[in-house]
Each structure stands twice: as structure tokens, then as C-alpha cells.
């Protein structure tokens, strides 16, 4: 009952928020809503009793009004400016003149006022606000372009700003039935950042958010292409904060900040946070993503499992004013040294184009990897690899415009990856040998993720009243990951092989409402989301290690921003998360023959609610310091399926299920002059109740209720020295423990914790169709765990020593539709163990890492 009751709360609560939250513009008495009810007076006595309804007077300009006409009053909780709309028709105009007095004069009609923001290089001003003080502002969209309708004629002041450049006014002239179209030229005051739409699921500047965040751009994502095309490396070399990549089809310890990501395409959930498969961050080609945005730190703002932060990939838009263009790329890759049986090939075709109102943009992946192979020329052949695994990534989205201000969208992706080899894993000897791959099939079937289906309508309108917004969207995300085949499992008895399962669908509500007052302005983001997700874990044999997790999730929030005298923005809000979680009566698998170990658990519905708040501050006014402070708190229900999958009691009420609700308190700062960009933050997260894994007498990990604290800090540094020469670094650090029950602290495992890392690039263009650049990525080593009395060291707990590696890529322009790249990666051909291999301690796992791999790449753009 508590899901229903909540449910119609958060409904009423945004069916409130879209009449009350407005209401914050109601100073002005036009604004203000009256109930007045007469008939058979005059029109004098009928703006009197409105006068009185509303707190307010009228005086009278030339108009030409009969006074004495009478009229009938039937208004119903309706404004002043709709009631006097219908007593004095069009041609008459009222306007508040000062305090509570309302000037109604005759209309000289209408006009609008339209135009482009640009840089001074000409380039757009995407998401600059352009409005006239005391009515609504709108933002420019991708193109620079914005529009201002049903403007009375006279002169305004245009007031237009953007983030790293000077706010400017000039006077416009709007003409009855015209429309005055300008360029409006920001004049320099920085530099104009990166605009960001996942931190509060509206456009904004990137240093306006009180938090850490890092955009991969097209241009970044095509430069890691070239060396590696698998997203969770690109990832894994490019954000500071994300642990290191595994090689492998999953993302096993590829931890934010030392703790759980949520992963998103383009606001859809990939991630199984019921029952976490690990494979969501490779969960499309790097071919379809524009860019990614990465949040981090604990956030709340898309609900369930981001106790780390987000990662989003949004998907690449129509960008074409031609009917139809596009994009071929073919290319290949192989180890320099060693190529017989490592030969892999990709293929990538893409249309765009605008028809009218209507545009699209559809595209087709598919990419092989041959055979992996070490700076020795061995074969690596990991179980849950990449190695001799195919991919396939199927997109198309279609936008339709109804007009400048309303459109509706619709997109499509299918992803799948499955690892087939003729090569097994022969097991090393940890610290000695390493594990190999010899000639042989594994039994089981192909592992990896048979399919990830994801579609989305959304609906967007912007010019509802009081220059609010909406996106209303609904999606659905079908989820299959096979993990590997397994001859003798802790979990259960005899061999098998597990498929976790996932099936979400869900609709999000955003609306935006903007807000001004002589001395500050801002916003107020609001809505709802409901979701709904059935997570499993079957055996393909039959056998049922998860039972359906049926989880409901409703979650109403609200987002205020404020900017205090255009310089200190305020961010706060909060969300509030009631989820329900039902399983049915299940049989835990058995742990030896004849049904040995197995548990009859009786099921339930398991209940879960929580606020979540957030707040910061961000100070604008000095690009070279741009400070802020901020804390937030996300929601998760991490590992629940490994809890239900191990249960030793007969009732789910027994177990400990309760959620896990992480405390994010963060300080930073960003820096640009002359040719430099830095950025600096340092965090603490905390959480009463964590999830690390730890193994029990079985070797089965199991998450470890207790107390945690994860701090560390980032840097990064940036520099254009000359148009020839650009070079970077960052340096991310982070460390996390966990408290016993009698009061002592244990360090988390390496699955959570990640060793120091730091990356290093410099780019040379010698001439502006040749583009060079050397990437450094160095992780630290790490050491925090005894090893075992016979000598051997628990699950994730091996010591990890310091790896030093190098990459290169590098384009030519050929022409105007033609480009060329290499990539290397590993340039130097080195041998070294991973930090997956390292910290994993089992000899299974002890897999040395990819020697040199050499990718060729040329694309034809039509």
C-alpha cells in the first residue's frame, strides 16, 4: 500500500508544481488568478470588482473604452490578464505600469524578435540567454539561434549572456506584424565552456555546476577511436577519477571514485544496479556517441546506483541541412610484431539529413578484434574477453519539429558482443607465470552481451507560460549479459553458466521554469520518474540462482537554481526515492549433490524510501578563480541480488536488505588565463551502511554491511601553447575504508580502490591537415593487504605494482571528404600485467596485458 499512497503523492505533488512553482512570477498583479462571478454591469463597475479581487487599480490611456458597455463576469481561478483578454478583446493591451496599479492601453500590435548569438570568431553560442528585463528569457539552441514572439511594438532593451563572456545590452525596435532579426557578437571575457545537460537535466554551462565534471567531445572520442574502440578503455585513459579499464568485455572494478556508476544513453539506465553485471559502461559503439558527460560524485538526479556518479553517453544528432549525408569508415588493426591470427577489421556506415520539419540519423557498426597477444607475441585469451569477439552497434533517431519551440524524438539502438575463440585460458601461477591461451573450444556459450536494446520517444515543448519547458520522455532498455562458463562454481553445485537479465521500462518528467528579480535570476527544474525493472540471474541450463526482482520505483523532484548579482550561483534540491522490490517464494541452488544446501526462502516485497538532498555553490565572476563547494547524497540497491542469491534464512525479512545512501561532500576549483586551463577538487564520501565485497568460507563475494569512507582528490591541467603545440595532464588519487564492529577500519578491496593514476598528452599539428598526439597513462602501484597464512592472498586484495604506457594517434586530411588515422597502442610493445591481473590474485586471472596493437582507419564523409 505504501508504493500507491506515494505514488499519488508524487503525482500530486508535480501536478501542484506545474500551478505553484510559476507562481513565483505572481508579484505582478497581471499574474495573479481571481474567482469573480456577476452579470449585467458595466465595465467600469466589472474592472472595480477585479481591481478589488486581485489587490489592485487600473488607470486608462487613450483607449477608446466604453466604460458603460455591460458585461458579464464568469471567472474561475483565472488571471488578470486572461480575464482582461476577454473583456477587451485584442486590440487592447494592459500593463503593469508600477506596484499594484494596471495601465490598459490601445495595442499597436505585435511583432517578434529573432537572431544568432555568435563568439567573436563567428562560431555559435550555444545555450547564451537572450531576454528583456521584466519578461521571460529564453536560450539560444545548438545553432545560436533564438526567437522572442508576441512582443508589443516599441524599443527594449536586449540583455544577452553566456558564461566567459561579457553580458551585453542594445536596444531593439519591434514593428507591428514584423520580425527584427539581429546577430548579436559576445565580446570575450574568458573562454565560453563546455555546455552540460545530465548534471540537472537542463543545458547548462559546465562552470556553473558546484561539481566535478568531464566531457569527452566527438573530436576527443575519434582521437581514442583510432587507438582503442572499446568505450570502457577510452574511458578508462581519458576521466580522472574511473578506475582503469580491464581489457575485457566487462568493467569489473572500473569504480568512480571508488564507488558504483550509474551508466546512461542519453538519460536511459543501462546499468543493473539490482544485480550488477558489469558490462554496462560497453554498452554501445564509441561510432554513435557525440559526446559523454561524466558527473561525479554521489548524485541523485537519475536515481538508483549512482553512488559514484554518471556517466551518460548522448547519442549523436542530426546534423545535416542537406536532405541526406553521411559517413564510411572502414579500418583494421593487428599487433605490429606478431600479426598471424590477431588481424581484426571494423566497418561503420552512417546517413543523416533534414527533410523539412523532419530530420534523422541512422548508422551500422560492426566491428572485429582477432586474437590478443602479449609484447611476446602469446596469446591472451581472458575468459569474459575481448579477444576474437565481434560486436555490432544498430542506431537510428528521427526528429520531427511541430515548430521552432516543440518537436518530438525518436531513437532506437541495438548493441551486441560476444566473445567466440579457439583459444582457452590455460591458468598461470600467480606472482610466477603468467595464465596463456592454447588451442581449444570452451563448452559453454558465447559470453558477453547478447543484446541491449534501448528505445525512447520524447516530447519537448518551450514556450509553455512563464517561459517554462517540458520533456516528457518514456523508454525502454532490454539488458542480456552471458557470463562465462564455469566448471565448478561457489555458488552452486556443478558446473553451469549464468545470464543476468534485465528488462526496464520508465517515463521521466522534466519541466524548467525560469525565474527573475531585480537582483537575481535562476530556474526550477522539477518532475517525476517512474520506473520500473525486472532483474534475474538464470542459469542456461534451467536452474535459477536470482529469482525476478520486481522493483517499482516512483521518485518526485525539484531542482532550484539561483544566480546572486550574475556571479554566485546556488544549486540545491532534492528527490525523494519509494521503491518496492517483490520476489516470489524461491529455492536457493544447491551447494552439493542430491539437493545438498538448498534453502527454501519464503518471498515478500521488500520496501525501501529515502530523501535525497543536494546543495552547492559556484562563484563566476573570475575565470582564472571559479570556486565551488557543494554536498549530495545518492540512493542505492547495489548487490541486492547477491543477498537474495546467498540467502541462509528462510524469509526475505530476515535478510539484510537495507539501502545503501552515500553522503558526498566535495570542494574545487577552475582556472583559465592566458592559455591554461586547471581544474582542482578534493572529496570525502561517506556511507553508514557500504557494499564492499568481501568472500565468505565459500569464495562466494558477498557485500559487507559496514560503515565506509572514501576521500581522494584530482587535477588537471591544460595548455594551448601555440596553434602548433597543445599539452595536458591529470592526476587522480583516492583511497576508502571500512569500519568494523569493534571500531577498527580495513581497507577496501582493489575491486573498489584503484591505485593513483595520471595521464599526460601532447598534441602537434604542424600544418592544419596533419594532427599528432602521444598520450602517457601511468598507474600507481598499491599495497594494503598481508597476505594469507599459506602464503596466498584473498580475493582482490594482491598487491599491485606501478605501470607505465604509451599511445599514440595520429589524422591526415586528404582532401574534403577523405581522413586517414593511426592509432598504437602500447607503442612501445611492453610487456606488463594489467592492474586487473594484479590485484585479482588467481592464477586464472594472471594475464598479462595487450602488447602493441596498430589500428589503420580512413573515413569518407559525403
Not at 488568478?33 to 486608462?60: H, K
Not at 581449444?440 to 509553455?464: K, M, V
Not at 540462482?545 to 532534492?574: S, T
Not at 580502490?753 to 596533419?770: E, G
Request: glycine residues 10%.
Amino acid at each position: 500500500m505504501k508504493i500507491d499512497l506515494c505514488s499519488r503523492m508524487a503525482l500530486a505533488f508535480v501536478l501542484v508544481s506545474l500551478y505553484a512553482l510559476p507562481s513565483i512570477a505572481q508579484n505582478n498583479p497581471l499574474d495573479r488568478r481571481i474567482s469573480v462571478e456577476a452579470t449585467g454591469i458595466s465595465l467600469a463597475e466589472a474592472l472595480n470588482r477585479i481591481g478589488d479581487a486581485a489587490d489592485c487599480s487600473f488607470s486608462y490611456s487613450n483607449t477608446g473604452l466604453d466604460l458603460d458597455r455591460t458585461v458579464d463576469l464568469r471567472f474561475a481561478g483565472m488571471t488578470v490578464a486572461d480575464a482582461l483578454q476577454q473583456l477587451l478583446g485584442d486590440g487592447i493591451v494592459a500593463a503593469r505600469s508600477r506596484g499594484n496599479q494596471i495601465l490598459i492601453q490601445a495595442s499597436r500590435g505585435k511583432g517578434s524578435i529573432s537572431g544568432r548569438v555568435q563568439t567573436p570568431d563567428g562560431a555559435a553560442a550555444a545555450y547564451a540567454t537572450v531576454g528583456i528585463p521584466g519578461f521571460a528569457s529564453v536560450q539560444t539552441d545548438g545553432d545560436g539561434r533564438f526567437t522572442l514572439t508576441e512582443m508589443e511594438v516599441g524599443r527594449y532593451p536586449l540583455r544577452t549572456s553566456a558564461v566567459g563572456y561579457k553580458p551585453q545590452t542594445e536596444q531593439v525596435v519591434v514593428s507591428a506584424q514584423q520580425t527584427t532579426d539581429l546577430i548579436v557578437t559576445l565580446q570575450q571575457q574568458g573562454q565560453l565552456s563546455e555546455v552540460v545537460v545530465t548534471a540537472s537535466r537542463m543545458p547548462e554551462s559546465i562552470d556553473e555546476v558546484p561539481s566535478s565534471v568531464t566531457v569527452l567531445s566527438a573530436a576527443t572520442i575519434e582521437q581514442q577511436v583510432n587507438i582503442n574502440n572499446s568505450i570502457s578503455e577510452i574511458l578508462g585513459y581519458t576521466v580522472p577519477g574511473l578506475g582503469p579499464s580491464t581489457n575485457k568485455a566487462t568493467n569489473s572494478g572500473q569504480t568512480l571514485r571508488g564507488r558504483s556508476v550509474l551508466v546512461l544513453i542519453d538519460g536511459v539506465p543501462q546499468s543493473t544496479p539490482l544485480m550488477n553485471g558489469n558490462r554496462d559502461i560497453r554498452s554501445l559503439d564509441p561510432a554513435i556517441i557525440e559526446r559523454v558527460e561524466v558527473i561525479k560524485g554521489a548524485t541523485s538526479i537519475y536515481g538508483n546506483g549512482s553512488g559514484g556518479g554518471i556517466i551518460n553517453y548522448i547519442t549523436k544528432t542530426p546534423g545535416s541541412d542537406r536532405k541526406i549525408g553521411g559517413r564510411t569508415t572502414v579500418g583494421t588493426n593487428a599487433h605490429p610484431f606478431h600479426p598471424a591470427n590477431s588481424v581484426g577489421y571494423r566497418f561503420s556506415q552512417s546517413f543523416d539529413g533534414t527533410l523539412d520539419k523532419f530530420s534523422y540519423a541512422v548508422s551500422g557498426t560492426h566491428n572485429y578484434l582477432g586474437a590478443f597477444k602479449d609484447g611476446e607475441g602469446n596469446i591472451l585469451a581472458q575468459e569474459d574477453g575481448l579477444s576474437q569477439s565481434a560486436s555490432t552497434n544498430l542506431f537510428a533517431k528521427a526528429i520531427y519539429r511541430f515548430t521552432a519551440a516543440s518537436s518530438v524524438s525518436v531513437a532506437y539502438s541495438f548493441f551486441r558482443s560476444l566473445q567466440e575463440s579457439d583459444y582457452i585460458n590455460v591458468a598461470g601461477e600467480y606472482g610466477v607465470r603468467p595464465a596463456v591461451g592454447i588451442k581449444g573450444n570452451d563448452p559453454g556459450a558465447p559470453s558477453g552481451t547478447p543484446q541491449n536494446h534501448n528505445a525512447f520517444l520524447t516530447y519537448r515543448q518551450e514556450a509553455l507560460p512563464f517561459g517554462s519547458s517540458l520533456e516528457l520522455t518514456g523508454y525502454f532498455n532490454r539488458f542480456l549479459s552471458t557470463n562465462r562458463y564455469v566448471e565448478q562454481a561457489n555458488g552452486w553445485y556443478g558446473p553451469g553458466q549464468t545470464q543476468i537479465s534485465s528488462k526496464k521500462r520508465g517515463v521521466r518528467l522534466n519541466l524548467h521554469t525560469p525565474w527573475e528579480t531585480k537582483a537575481v535570476r535562476g530556474s526550477v527544474t522539477y518532475g517525476l520518474d517512474l520506473l520500473g525493472d525486472v532483474t534475474s540471474q538464470p542459469l542456461l541450463d534451467g536452474r535459477i540462482y536470482i529469482p525476478n526482482m520486481d522493483m517499482a520505483n516512483i521518485a518526485p523532484y525539484l531542482q532550484v537554481k539561483a544566480d546572486f548579482f550574475e556571479y554566485l550561483i546556488f544549486k540545491g534540491g532534492l528527490r525523494y526515492e519509494n521503491a518496492s522490490v517483490k520476489i516470489a517464494d524461491f529455492q536457493t541452488l544447491a551447494k552439493g549433490p542430491n539437493g545438498e544446501g538448498s534453502i527454501a526462502v519464503t518471498g515478500g516485497t521488500i520496501e525501501y524510501s529515502a530523501t535525497m538532498f543536494n546543495a552547492g555553490l559556484r562563484y563566476t565572476q573570475f575565470p582564472a578563480f571559479n570556486p565551488f563547494v557543494s554536498f549530495s547524497q545518492a540512493f542505492g540497491l547495489n548487490e541486492l541480488g547477491r543477498i537474495v542469491r546467498a540467502a541462509d534464512q528462510h524469509t526475505l525479512q530476515q535478510l539484510q536488505t537495507d539501502p545503501i545512501i552515500t553522503n558526498n561532500y566535495e570542494v574545487g576549483v577552475s582556472s583559465r588565463f592566458s592559455v591554461f586551463h586547471l581544474t582542482g577538487a578534493y572529496y570525502v564520501s561517506t556511507s553508514e551502511l557500504g557494499a564492499n565485497l568481501v568472500a565468505n568460507e565459500h569464495g562466494t563475494m558477498l557485500p559487507e554491511r559496514a560503515p565506509e569512507r572514501v576521500y581522494g582528490y584530482e587535477l588537471t591541467a591544460d595548455a594551448r601553447l601555440t596553434r602548433q603545440w597543445s599539452l595536458g595532464a591529470t592526476y587522480a588519487y583516492v583511497e576508502g575504508k571500512s569500519e568494523n564492529e569493534d571500531g577498527s577500519k580495513t581497507y577496501l578491496g582493489y575491486a573498489r580502490i584503484a591505485p593513483p593514476r595520471a595521464t599526460a598528452y601532447v598534441q602537434y599539428v604542424p600544418v592544419d591537415r596533419l594532427n599528432l598526439q602521444l598520450f602517457w597513462i601511468y598507474n600507481g602501484s598499491r599495497d594494503r593487504f598481508d597476505p594469507k597464512p599459506d602464503g596466498t592472498y584473498a580475493t582482490a586484495q594482491g598487491p599491485v605494482k606501478a605501470v607505465s604506457l604509451f599511445n599514440f594517434s595520429g589524422s591526415y586530411q586528404v582532401n574534403r571528404a577523405i581522413v586517414v588515422s593511426l592509432g598504437v597502442e602500447n607503442l612501445f610493445n611492453k610487456d606488463y600485467f594489467p592492474f586487473y591481473s594484479q590485484y585479482n590474485a588467481s592464477g586464472v586471472r594472471y594475464a598479462m596485458g595487450n602488447g602493441a596493437k596498430a589500428n589503420l582507419n580512413i573515413a569518407y564523409s559525403f
